[in-house]
T-cell receptor
């Protein structure tokens, strides 16, 4: 089992709808969780980080963490065409960051 | 005051040649990371420098890869006797203190093509 798993997509979501991106991880010792956005040909940029169980909201983005079930998700409300990108989930274990392969999100205008 | 910078932005080399990739972290950031991203793939951790501590080299794929960080700032990733499978985008990131609660800022990457 991979340490960080994401559905590669593409995930197609109509403009204005909620995009839901999911990530599961294998190591229960993982303590920090990050979502990065990467536009094609560009480097990743941090969108959200979450450390505690529950929800964390920032603008149109909400990160949800469930340590018991070992998943972390990212919700994007009111999806915009500019949200079309690859979203990388990352965990930190033993001070080392481990990335998933990313989910490609396509917002349909 | 800019972000992380990397050079060159693109590098084309012949199989068997050595290459050096450079990373300039954000001023004041003590932690520096190198990653590799192959086409359509996620980020593969290569090496991590934190202050004056010995680097975490656990991600280096072979002994052809090495990295150093001089004066706690600029870092150079060297790939000796390049192979075609080394073709990828090499990304550098820095963070203020490193560790599990720190935010990494990525540079624009160096696209390496080995012919």
């Amino acid at each position: 089992q991979k340490e960080v798993e994401q559905n590669s997509g593409p995930l197609s979501v109509p403009e204005g709808a909620i995009a839901s991106l999911n990530c599961t991880y294998s190591d229960r010792g993982s303590q920090s969780f990050f979502w990065y956005r990467q536009y094609s040909g560009k480097s990743p940029e941090l969108i959200m980080f979450i450390y505690s169980n529950g929800d964390k909201e920032d603008g149109r983005f909400t990160a949800q963490l469930n340590k018991a079930s070992q998943y972390v998700s990212l919700l994007i409300r009111d999806s915009q065409p500019s949200d079309s990108a690859t979203y990388l989930c990352a965990i930190i274990r033993d001070d080392k960051i481990i990335f998933g392969k990313g989910t490609r999100l396509h917002i349909l205008p | 005051g800019a972000g992380v910078s990397q050079s060159p932005s693109n590098k084309v080399t012949e199989k068997g040649k050595d290459v050096e990739l450079r990373c300039d972290p954000i001023s004041g950031h003590t932690a520096l990371y190198w990653y590799r991203q192959s086409l359509g793939q996620g980020l593969e951790f290569l090496i991590y420098f934190q202050g004056n501590s010995a680097p975490d080299k656990s991600g280096l794929p072979s002994d052809r890869f090495s990295a150093e960080r001089t004066g706690g700032s600029v870092s150079t990733l060297t790939i000796q006797r390049t192979q075609q499978e080394d073709s990828a985008v090499y990304l550098c990131a820095s963070s203020l203190v490193g560790g599990r609660m720190d935010t990494q800022y990525f540079g624009p990457g160096t696209r390496l093509t080995v012919l």
